[in-house]
């Protein structure tokens, strides 16, 4: 199997890979969304209609261990600890993640708003990434001062970020998503408010 076999078998779920990790003999490959196209994928699913909860940790763990056994391979989840997969070390071992000035991981080509819905390891020649960080040339590091209450100037406040994303005065970040992310240039636009309103609601 290879990775263009993974990606025929990934395009049909609104999902794509995001970066590859050595691994021993074997290679990470940490799976994400598509977006915009993913949102629709997983709001028509069995799991976002059904009312139970977890609906979007549930369909990526029917989704990818379906793929994993396809290609005879194992999948991981960032969900379902402890212990929890690194999730955060593999992404900056693929050359294709580093930490933004907020810390949190920017993508190469999916930003700030970059996420993980689980990963694959299985026997394949890794594609690691050699790209620049893209923060290192970023005009003004939007990202760092986009937040109304300050929530990253020193670290991340999480009480400062989810008093103000549940307030009347949070609105915007409630239902269009972590401003913050927003102002990253890098995949700026490619997540529908829909899907950012669905993750702000798990936050809180």
Same mark, same amino acid.
């Given at each position: ?138 005009? %003004?590091?939007?990202?760092?001062? +986009? =937040? @109304? /209450? $300050? ?7 999480? &009480? !400062? ?15 269009? %998503?972590?401003?913050?992310?927003? +102002? =990253? @240039? /890098? $995949? ?7 899907? &950012? !309103? ?7």
């Amino acid at each position: 199997m290879s990775f263009t076999d993974l990606a025929v078998l990934l395009a049909p779920h609104g999902l794509r890979t995001l970066g590859d990790c050595p691994d021993g003999d074997c290679t990470i490959t940490l799976i994400g969304p598509a977006e915009p196209a993913f949102w629709g994928v997983f709001r028509d699913s069995p799991e976002y209609n059904d009312g139970t909860p977890n609906p979007m940790d549930r369909w990526s763990a029917r989704v990818l261990s379906a793929v994993a056994h396809d290609l005879e391979a194992e999948a991981l989840f960032p969900f379902g600890g402890p212990p929890y997969s690194p999730f955060f070390t593999w992404a900056k071992k693929s050359g294709r993640f580093w930490a933004s000035p907020i810390g949190f991981l920017v993508h190469e080509e999916a930003g700030l708003f970059v996420s993980f819905r689980g990963a694959i390891r299985w026997h394949t020649t890794p594609q690691l990434g050699d790209a620049p960080q893209p923060c290192l040339t970023c005009a %003004g590091q939007p990202c760092a001062t +986009a =937040c @109304p /209450v $300050g929530a990253f100037n020193d670290g991340y406040d999480v &009480a !400062a970020c989810k008093a103000h994303v549940g307030s009347e005065a949070g609105t915007d970040c409630r239902t269009g %998503g972590c401003l913050a992310r927003r +102002a =990253c @240039p /890098v $995949g700026q636009g490619s997540r529908l408010p829909a899907q &950012a !309103a669905f993750h702000m609601e798990a936050f809180l």
